[in-house]
C-alpha cells in the first residue's frame, strides 16, 4: 500500500523502480492545505484544529510527507481524498492524536470513583436485583495508563470489598500505534511518576529502562480501536456503568462534543457516571448529565 505512494524514479542502467527519496524539505503549509487537512482530521475524528494550531500539524505533517517521498500538500491531500486510502487517513489521525497520559493522572478523580461512585452503582444495582458486574469503559485511553490505573485499583482494593461482583474494563483509541503500546504494558518512567513505590514494585518489573506490567493487571484490560466520532464503532459497547472520557473532547469543537456526549449518554446505564479531564467541562455543551461535585472531584451522572 505505501509504496504506491513513493514518487518512482528509473535509474540509467537499470530497469528497476527506485523510490526517490528527498532531502528533507521545509514545506510550508499554505491556508488553503491546512484547512482542507483540518477538514479532513474533522470529518472523521471530531478534532478541531484551531489556526494557532498549525505549526503543529505542519510539524508532524511534514514528516509523513517527507517518509512518504510526497513532494507536496497537494500530493497529500489528493491521496488523503482518495477513497481506496482509507488508511492513509487512519495514519494522519494517528499522526495528529495527543497521547500525553499517565498512570493515576488525577488522583482525587479516581480515589472518588473508588470511594464514592462504584460504591454508589454497586448500591443501587443490588437494590434493582440486577446482574452483579459492573463495566468500566476508558474511552480516549491513549496508550492505557488510564485504564490499568483502573485495573489496579479494583485489584488492590475493589475486588476485596467486593468478592462476588464481576468488574470489566475496557480500553479504547483512535490510535492503533497508541493501543499497540498499550498492550504490551512496557512503560518509562515517565508513566509511573505519580505512582506510589510499592504499586510500582508489586505490579512492575524494573529493567534498567523500563517498568513492565505484570500479567494480571494486563489480562484485566481490554484494548479496542473505538473512534468516538463514529455511532456504528460506539454502538457496539453497551451497558456501561463509568465513562472515563478523560482530556480527548478538548480536542473537539462543540458541535462534535455534542454529537459524541450524546453517543456516550445512550450506550451508558442509568445511573452510571461520566468522568472528564480537571480542565473540561460540559457547560453549554449538553445538559443530558448532572454535574456532581464530590469533596475533590466531579462527575457527571446520567439519571
Ligand atoms: C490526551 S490523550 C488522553 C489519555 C487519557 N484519557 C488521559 O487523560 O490520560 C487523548 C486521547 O484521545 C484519543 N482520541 C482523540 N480523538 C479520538 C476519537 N475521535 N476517538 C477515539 N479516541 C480519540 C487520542 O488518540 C489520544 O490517545
Not at 158 to 175: E, G, M, T, W
Request: glycine residues 4%; charged residues 25%.
Amino acid at each position: 500500500m505505501e509504496s504506491q505512494l513513493f514518487t518512482f524514479k528509473f535509474s540509467k542502467d537499470s530497469s528497476k523502480a527506485e523510490p526517490l527519496k528527498q532531502e528533507p524539505v521545509e514545506l510550508v503549509m499554505s491556508a488553503g492545505s491546512f484547512n482542507e487537512i483540518r477538514n479532513i482530521i474533522y470529518q472523521y475524528s471530531g478534532i478541531y484544529y484551531t489556526e494557532n494550531k498549525k505549526y503543529l500539524l505542519e510539524d508532524r505533517l511534514n514528516k509523513i510527507i517527507y517518509e512518504k517521498n510526497l513532494l507536496s500538500y497537494d500530493e497529500y491531500i489528493r491521496i488523503l481524498k482518495t477513497p481506496k486510502y482509507r488508511d492513509e487517513v487512519n495514519e494522519l489521525l494517528e499522526a495528529i492524536t495527543i497521547n500525553e497520559t499517565y498512570f493515576f493522572r488525577s488522583e482525587e478523580q479516581f480515589n472518588t470513583f473508588e470511594k464514592i461512585i462504584v460504591p454508589e452503582i454497586i448500591g443501587l444495582k443490588s437494590q434493582k436485583g440486577d446482574e452483579p458486574y459492573l463495566r468500566i469503559w476508558s474511552a480516549g485511553t491513549s496508550t492505557g495508563e488510564e485504564a490499568y490505573t483502573i485495573a489496579i485499583i479494583i485489584q488492590e482494593k475493589l475486588q476485596q470489598k467486593y468478592p462476588n461482583l464481576k468488574f470489566q474494563v475496557l480500553a479504547s483509541d483512535i490510535n492503533n500505534n497508541a493501543l499497540n503500546t498499550a498492550k504490551k504494558g512496557i512503560y518509562k518512567d515517565y508513566a509511573v511518576k505519580g505512582l506510589p513505590a510499592e504499586i510500582v514494585n508489586k505490579y512492575f518489573k524494573k529493567t534498567d529502562n523500563y517498568f513492565i506490567l505484570n500479567d494480571e493487571i494486563k489480562q484485566m484490560v481490554k484494548f479496542t480501536n473505538v473512534n468516538l466520532y463514529d455511532y456504528n464503532a460506539i454502538k457496539t459497547i453497551k451497558n456501561v456503568d463509568v465513562i472515563f472520557c478523560v482530556n480527548v473532547l478538548i480536542f473537539f469543537d462543540i458541535p462534535s462534543k455534542q454529537k459524541v456526549l450524546k453517543y456516550l449518554h445512550e450506550i451508558l446505564n442509568k445511573g452510571g457516571y461520566l468522568m472528564i479531564g480537571n480542565s473540561e467541562s460540559l457547560h453549554n455543551i449538553t445538559n443530558e448529565f448532572k454535574l456532581l461535585h464530590f469533596p475533590k472531584a466531579m462527575a457527571y451522572k446520567k439519571e
